[in-house]
């Protein structure tokens, strides 16, 4: 071997013994002893700076942060700290790079009170869902559950994840109403915690009782209750209701043309169809346990005002006596006449005067 060529082995080994020192002689010499004390110094900065949550994990001169922040702007900080950060002991200060791509946010749930959802049915077809689910699972399998029973006629899904839904299969009551909003030919639910109510027009008795029989499979403490009208067919309610308006309309439906009468001039009631009538009444007021009643008797305007408020008073009194013995509540009910001062006709005419003879329910939150 020539000189020329021991010359040139010999610079080759003083390199390669150069670069052995360089990376394992001690700081400030050595690359790997600064690479270690640079990723020590950034995460103590990041602790002493509260990003604790965050970790560094050095490769060479680069700091790649680790971990989940609790916010956008705690990203950001965390990240400006640990570029700042500047090694004591390093021939260069600060020499290193950060990476931030394994660096995540934390996704915040909002908690929901009252935790609900809702789904209406529109008489062309079209239906719109919202509410929220307690997770992305129960989200996608609900979403796919919409998408299987409405296909295009899903306008608007607008449901989303929160915390705060009631201890029991939530999904399993989401989609026990959408299946039951699918059968109607109109409709719309709302669940509100622990409590719901399905209502709208089914095709048929048949209908009706398929979705009742849904209702009626949800997790027990659960109150699924239901409105389902039936053309040509009385209307039925299953579970308590807790809406005013759903009470509201089901006196109202109940009553409909037929009249409570009474006997000439007396507050006896009288003829089985009233008694009928007053039990269905009495059915729905304990349906309404939530709310009160106020039952109204009102007269027509012959005979002298107060006579006539007295009467009134007796007959709203006989219906109150009445729903109560059928098992009303009587902190639920409460008996006002009104005499002749609210006509709803002219009592010029017989008929006008028989409309003004009459007797009304009011549902309200309180007495």
Not at 208 to 234: C, H, M, Q, W, Y
Request: glycine residues 10%.
């Amino acid at each position: 071997m020539g000189n020329f060529s021991k010359w040139v082995w010999g610079l080759v080994i003083i390199a390669v013994m150069a670069l052995l020192v360089g990376w394992l002689a001690p700081a400030p010499i050595g690359a790997k002893a600064n690479s270690t004390e640079m990723g020590n110094t950034v995460q103590t900065a990041l602790n002493d700076g509260g990003f604790g949550w965050a970790s560094v994990d050095m490769s060479g001169n680069v700091a790649r942060l680790q971990g989940e922040a609790p916010s956008e702007v705690a990203k950001t900080a965390a990240i400006a700290v640990a570029k700042d950060a500047e090694c004591g002991k390093c021939a260069d200060r600060r020499w290193h790079v950060v990476d931030a791509s394994a660096l995540t946010v934390e996704k915040i749930i909002p908690t929901q009170i009252p935790y609900t959802f809702r789904g209406a049915l529109g008489g062309d077809g079209r239906v719109v869902l919202n509410g929220y689910v307690g997770n992305e699972d129960d989200l996608g399998r609900l979403q796919a559950d919409a998408k299987a029973l409405f296909a295009d006629n899903l306008s608007a899904f607008n449901v989303k994840i929160a915390k705060g839904a009631p201890q029991l299969d939530w999904y399993a009551v989401a989609k026990a109403h959408l299946s039951g909003l699918a059968k109607l030919k109109s409709g719309e639910f709302a669940i509100t915690d622990m409590d719901s109510l399905l209502s709208g027009e089914a095709e048929s008795a048949d209908v009706r009782a398929s979705i009742n029989t849904l209702l009626a499979g949800l997790p027990d403490g659960f109150n699924g209750a239901s409105k389902i009208n039936v053309e040509n067919a009385a209307p039925l309610v299953i579970g308590q209701l807790k809406s005013e308006d759903a009470c509201q309309d089901l006196f109202n439906e109940l009553k409909g043309e037929n009249k409570i009468n009474f006997a000439y001039d007396k507050a006896d009631v009288d003829g089985g169809a009233s008694t009928a009538l007053l039990d269905s009444m009495a059915v729905a007021a304990k349906q309404c346990s939530s709310f009160h009643v106020t039952v109204g008797g009102h007269t027509d305007s012959n005979g002298p005002a107060e006579y006539n408020l007295n009467l009134s008073q007796q007959r709203a009194s006989a219906v109150e006596a009445y729903l109560i013995a059928q098992g009303v509540a009587s902190a639920n009910i409460t008996a006002i006449g009104y005499g002749e001062a609210q006509p709803i006709a002219s009592n010029d005419t017989p008929q006008g005067a028989a409309k003004n003879r009459r007797i009304e329910f009011k549902v309200t939150r309180s007495r």
